[in-house]
């Protein structure tokens, strides 16, 4: 178990993106795009009912407070708009700390998830993290070129629901 940095700061900026922890505010945000399917239909268990969201958030809460990283809530800087969400969390298969992200589709082709993937990473690491992977969808083009841009390699994959997922990892 990797021991907390409770002391770290947990906004991250880059030079276009605020990446803040979840609180309670961001909950309306995040039922809409876990709600959509052009977001979620991609991600592990699918779209999220309005109820399921509202635990996830007190889950992710909870895990920042245990752990002392976690998911953030990606906001454009200078609009304050809300993008979507990206971060580290435990893989429910036991594979370890994984890498993730989720943007509004509008968000394609602009470098937003690229931009707030290497904060995310390099927190990690930094929050001490040895091994950090990422798992995406064999047909999801856009989240491989992003996890391989920003330097993660593949080192594995496996079956879930029919579909081939690949995993890529970052080590410290």
Same mark, same amino acid.
């Given at each position: 178990?990797?021991?907390?940095?409770?002391?770290?700061? /947990?906004?991250?900026?880059?030079?276009?993106?605020?990446? %803040? +922890? +979840?609180? +309670?505010?961001?909950?309306?945000? %995040?039922?809409?795009?876990?709600?959509?399917?052009?977001?979620?239909?991609?991600?592990?268990?699918?779209?999220?009912? +309005?109820?399921?969201?509202? $635990?996830?958030?007190?889950?992710?809460?909870?895990?920042?407070?245990?752990?002392?990283?976690?998911?953030?809530?990606? #906001?454009? /800087?200078?609009?304050?708009?809300? %993008?979507?969400?990206?971060?580290?969390?435990?893989?429910?298969?036991? /594979?370890?700390?994984? %890498?993730? #992200?989720?943007?509004?589709?509008?968000?394609?082709?602009?470098?937003?998830?690229?931009?707030?993937?290497?904060?995310?990473?390099?927190?990690?690491?930094?929050?001490?993290?040895?091994?950090?992977?990422?798992?995406?969808?064999?047909?999801?083009?856009?989240?491989?070129?992003?996890?391989?841009?920003?330097?993660?390699?593949?080192?594995?994959?496996?079956?879930?629901?029919?579909?081939?997922?690949?995993?890529? $990892?970052?080590?410290?």
């Amino acid at each position: 178990m990797t021991t907390p940095i409770l002391s770290a700061p /947990r906004t991250l900026h880059t030079p276009r993106l605020s990446l %803040l +922890p +979840p609180g +309670p505010e961001h909950l309306p945000d %995040l039922i809409r795009l876990k709600g959509d399917e052009r977001v979620f239909g991609f991600m592990l268990h699918g779209v999220r009912s +309005p109820d399921r969201t509202k $635990e996830e958030l007190e889950d992710d809460m909870e895990f920042w407070l245990v752990r002392g990283y976690g998911t953030w809530s990606v #906001f454009e /800087r200078t609009t304050g708009d809300f %993008l979507g969400i990206c971060g580290l969390m435990e893989r429910p298969d036991g /594979r370890g700390v994984a %890498l993730r #992200f989720a943007l509004w589709p509008e968000c394609r082709g602009k470098g937003y998830a690229r931009e707030a993937a290497v904060a995310a990473l390099e927190f990690g690491h930094r929050a001490g993290l040895k091994r950090i992977i990422a798992v995406a969808r064999e047909t999801n083009q856009a989240s491989r070129a992003v996890l391989s841009d920003i330097g993660m390699k593949e080192c594995g994959a496996f079956l879930h629901q029919s579909h081939r997922m690949l995993i890529f $990892e970052s080590l410290a």
